[in-house]
């Protein structure tokens, strides 16, 4: 079965800290994704990448980044967190190609105060 | 741009009744793909179905089918003789081309309710 597990279920941090979000997969999975998760907003995409080092904005990337060092994890930062990045984070991975479905991991409930 | 519409926003029902999630999707592709996910308190998304473009059969796994109809967007959910297990969001989820299918665009989600 395909695993994929995000560092932390829940994470409180102050209006500034430097937030990491880990996740890693391991089944050997081209793509990695990152979204954020809002009441009546559905998923929406942080960052996407199909390849180590490589990444690509998705819809909403204003006041992150993310790290790609090795296929199997994918990381996500807040340089500057800011209370309207109080959301759920749930990362993502799927074979490169066609119609392939994503695998999810349990997501992180981040806070900021 | 591809959209996604879930315009159920809730749906309660009592246990054993039949329930339908309705989903719409806009593209101008002729190729894509669609998928249902389900999202369970625990809040892990977990892949129900994937339907390509070109295959209109209808789907049924157990007490779950999907009804797929090109002629009016739409990729409907149903779930026959509700339990209370089935209590979850569920999101619908359409490609995108453009990216290679690599990317997902999702709707609202629909939170169904299964009270005992």
């Known amino acids: 079965d395909v695993k994929v597990t995000q560092s932390s279920r829940y994470l409180v941090k102050r209006t500034g800290e430097k937030v990491f979000l880990e996740c890693v997969q391991d089944?050997?999975?081209?793509?990695m994704f990152w979204y954020r998760q809002d009441p009546g907003l559905g998923l929406r995409l942080i960052y996407f990448?199909?390849?180590?080092?490589?990444?690509e904005k998705g819809d909403i990337p204003e006041g992150y980044s993310v790290s790609r060092e090795k296929k199997e994890r994918f990381s996500l930062i807040l340089e500057s967190a800011s209370t309207n990045q109080t959301s759920m984070y749930l990362c993502?991975?799927?074979?490169?190609?066609?119609?392939?479905?994503?695998?999810f991991g349990p997501g992180t409930r981040l806070t900021v105060t | 741009a591809q959209k996604v519409t879930q315009a159920q926003t809730e749906i309660s029902v009592v246990e054993k009744e039949d329930v339908t999630l309705d989903c719409v999707y806009e593209?101008?592709?002729?190729?894509?793909?669609l998928f249902w996910y389900k999202q369970p308190p625990s809040g892990e998304l977990v892949f129900l179905i994937r339907?390509?473009?070109?295959?209109?059969q209808n789907e049924i796994s157990g007490r779950y089918s999907w009804n797929f109809q090109k002629s009016t967007s739409s990729f409907n959910f149903t779930i026959t003789a509700s339990q209370v297990v089935d209590s979850a969001v569920y999101f619908c989820?359409?490609?995108?081309?453009?990216?290679?299918?690599?990317?997902?665009?999702f709707g609202t989600g629909t939170r169904l309710l299964v009270s005992p």
């Open positions: 989820a359409l490609s995108e081309p453009a990216t290679g299918f690599q990317k997902l665009v």
């Open positions: 593209t101008r592709d002729t190729t894509y793909y």
């Open positions: 089944m050997d999975h081209e793509n």
């Open positions: 993502a991975s799927s074979l490169s190609g066609r119609g392939y479905e994503q695998y």
């Open positions: 339907r390509n473009s070109f295959d209109e």
């Open positions: 990448s199909y390849d180590v080092k490589m990444k």
